[in-house]
């Protein structure tokens, strides 16, 4: 049976240590956002998940979803998972209050997001997918819609699903064929049909709000044609309850590889009555918005296998005896070694934690941003911090969910023939972990996004925002020497990402099918350069604090925030920082030689 316990105190370390949340308390929705009031609620949600969630996960994955002549039957226990869920207030955490939300940062929702998707990734879709809804109507309704429908969304009482893929339409949207006629009470009949829609259907709600791309009469060709309608499951009467059945049925059920328990449904919508969401044609638009909230929330996906497959597989590396050390026996009472001696199992292992401690620590570093970019009182802050989370976005989707997948994978190795019987659990991680490398954009369009949109983006200012922080972080810690371990590393593989941008900017020019060959590997060396900055600023403070706390342990005046920590956590920081710059970072010399030859072999090979 797998095993997961939540990663609070890393949570901890990250908000209240390297992100120094306290900073911010001034900024509106953070005065709550310090230690003391956030450590409860920490445990709270580690305690559902570890407790509700995660037991339901392989229950959900084996017995899967029923469908019954339009309706779908969620896994026995989901609805009451989804009950507690909704009564713990956790769906309104970040919603605005105005429509009964708690109006607190998606910094403070991240780690929540994470535990729900290490716990039980098919669970957390649904509210997960439901929230990207309420934002786009938050964005972009009418003070009517936002009235009429985000405050039982908000509640967690009626979900939100957002329906763009048709058959002949997913990377592609300008090959939509949804159509929307007006109608004379200024709604509109959308009919058409949308395939692998997400909790499409399901019975853990009163209702379900549709958000579908459709195009008008006479609307242009392509992306600029498209419009946002908003079309629920059952119509909403004046009063707020709920009126009769909407001309939208699921016709059925989609058989995957993974998340069993997640209902990805085929649409039909036969005249649906809906309202249009934004202005006319501007439905992509809408789209855009939200998508690098709804990115960072698929990457967190991948973020969130990671963690639980790595948990599992230390454990049972812990656990499984076989062979000797190879430098001599460890364990001479017992018939063999456990295996998490071998340096094999043990690069695993660290590859694993580095990924998972340090995608956490920037995944959580968007989101501030991303909350920054929106509630900081200075436009020059809201700026830059945009600026990071436009050019950092398609990085993170990528790389956390394409490491989701390889740290599953990882995790089925430790346990080696054991990890591909479905008895022992893990096999449902790669299983679940594949998804999240493909929708919201698969990861080859990521790449396109990153290399095609945001480097140009400014003149190269997105660009700078995050090259300017590691330049100065390098030159002001230049003098120390117990960081150059990190910051000599950080400078030298920063100058290969530098090169390999230089080269895909004036390549692309020249020839496109350069740029867009080498798109993925530019996005996964960039990645490999964000994270050593990541891996370089957790040393930093381990070294600042680890003093700090072996001095003060027995001192009762502890301040809060360091209070849960011990020196082995800040010894293991270093450790693994240390692991990352050594064995992980250099595959960036491997990828800026992949980059740099070109795309001819490719585009001239007969295929
Ligand atoms: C389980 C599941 C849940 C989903 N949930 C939802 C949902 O809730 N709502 C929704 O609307 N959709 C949903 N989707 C759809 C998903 O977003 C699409 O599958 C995804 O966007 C890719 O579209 P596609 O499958 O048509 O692949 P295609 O667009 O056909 O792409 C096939 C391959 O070609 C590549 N490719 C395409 N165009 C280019 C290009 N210009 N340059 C380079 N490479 C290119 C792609 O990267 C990919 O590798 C879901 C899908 C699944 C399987």
Redesign the pocket.
Known sequence: MPVYKAPVRDFQFILHEYLNLGQYKDVPGFADSGPELMTPVLEAAAQMCEEVLFPLNQKGDKEGLQYDNGKVIMPGGFKEAYEMYVEGGWPSFTCDPAYGGQGLPDVLNMPLMEMVCSANLSFG?TPG?SHGAYNAIMLHGSDALKKKYLPRMVSGHWSG?????E?Q????LGLIRTKAEPQPDGSYAITGG???????EHDLTENIIHLI?ARLPGAPSGTKGISLFLAPKFLVNDDGSLGARNKLRCDAL?H?M??HA?P?CVMNYDGATGWLVGAPNKGMKAMFTMMNAARLYVGVQGLGIAEVAYQNALAYARERLQSRAITGARFPDKPADPIIVHPDVRRMLLTQRAFTEGCRALALEMALKHDLAQRHPDPAVKQECDDFVQLLTPVVKSYLTDGGFEMASLTMQVYGGYGFIKEYGVEQYVRDAR?TM????????QA?DLVGRKLPAGTGRYLRSFFHPVDAFIARHKGNPAMAEFTKPLYIHMGYLQKATMWIAMQGLANPDDA?GGAVEYQKLFAHVALAYVWARQAEVALRRMPEVRGQMSDSKLTPDIQHLTSEFYESKIQTARFYMQKILPNTISLLSSITSGSKSMMQAAL
């Open positions: 879709l997918l699903v957002m329906c763009l893929t058959p339409a997913g990377t592609d949308k395939i692998f829609i997400s909790s499409g791309l989609e995957k993974g998340i997640s990805t998804i493909i929708y919201e954009g698969t990861n080859g369009i396109l867009a």
